[in-house]
T-cell receptor, first 110, second 115 residues
Framework: SQQGEEDPQALSIQEGENATMNCSYK?????LQWYRQNSGRGLVHLIL?????REKHSGRLRVTLDTSKKSSSLLITASRAADTASYFC??????????FGGGTRLMVKP | DGGITQSPKYLFRKEGQNVTLSCEQN?????MYWYRQDPGQGLRLIYY???????QKGDIAEGYSVSREKKESFPLTVTSAQKNPTAFYLC??????????????FGPGTRLTVL
């Protein structure tokens, strides 16, 4: 079952621009997490936001969570070519499992 | 890729053969997970284990088996019953919390191709 759905599926921007990715989910959650995956590699955890939080920052990353709309967004500011990757949201809604969305493929052109 | 290793990186299998993918972690995590990723898709959970000698089926367990004899190791066997096993397999681990799961740490993955 796919709890989170990212939008857009693909995004192409110029270096220095901001990139925004959205995630929608269906059921109530304990927390929502964002991961990054470079091509052919494992996933790397970026940020976790709990259900009682509305916004979190980590470096150039800003995550928001709107539990009333069951949605989250990931903003990468001042993007770099090295930010080119796939980005996944994952929800923890019960127990010790995460449910991942299909991802947004971000390309940052130099 | 943290303290999780997966081997081999690439694996080729003939139809009808069972193959075992290795996953080892030195993070002292109780929980371990196996995911399958198809091209351009997200991750789907195959099996997970919260403690030694115990494991649970995920969303797509059919055709797969696991064991958890040691805390550090969680091997995945892809059996001949798995109809379409060609995929990228990712192992992960996390601290086991009663209140839910926080960050998962991922290995580098094994790409399995059926010839």
């Amino acid at each position: 079952s796919q709890q989170g759905e990212e939008d857009p599926q693909a995004l192409s921007i110029q270096e220095g621009e901001n990139a925004t990715m959205n995630c929608s989910y269906k059921t109530s959650i304990n927390n929502l997490q964002w991961y990054r995956q470079n091509s052919g590699r494992g996933l790397v955890h970026l940020i976790l936001i709990r259900s009682n939080e509305r916004e979190k920052h980590s470096g150039r990353l800003r995550v928001t969570l709107d539990t009333s709309k069951k949605s989250s967004s990931l903003l990468i500011t001042a993007s770099r070519a090295a930010d080119t990757a796939s980005y996944f949201c994952a929800t923890n809604n019960a127990g010790n499992m995460l449910t991942f969305g299909g991802g947004t493929r971000l390309m940052v052109k130099p | 890729d943290g303290g999780i290793t997966q081997s081999p990186k690439y694996l080729f299998r003939k139809e009808g053969q069972n193959v075992t993918l290795s996953c080892e972690q030195n993070l002292n995590h109780d929980a371990m997970y196996w995911y399958r990723q198809d091209p351009g898709q997200g991750l789907r959970l195959i099996y997970y284990s919260q403690i030694v000698n115990d494991f649970q089926k995920g969303d797509i367990a059919e055709g797969y088996s696991v064991s958890r004899e040691k805390k550090e190791s969680f091997p995945l066997t892809v059996t001949s019953a798995q109809k379409n096993p060609t995929a990228f397999y990712l192992c992960a681990s996390s601290i086991d919390r009663l209140a839910g799961v926080d960050e998962q740490f991922f290995g580098p993955g094994t790409r399995l191709t059926v010839l």
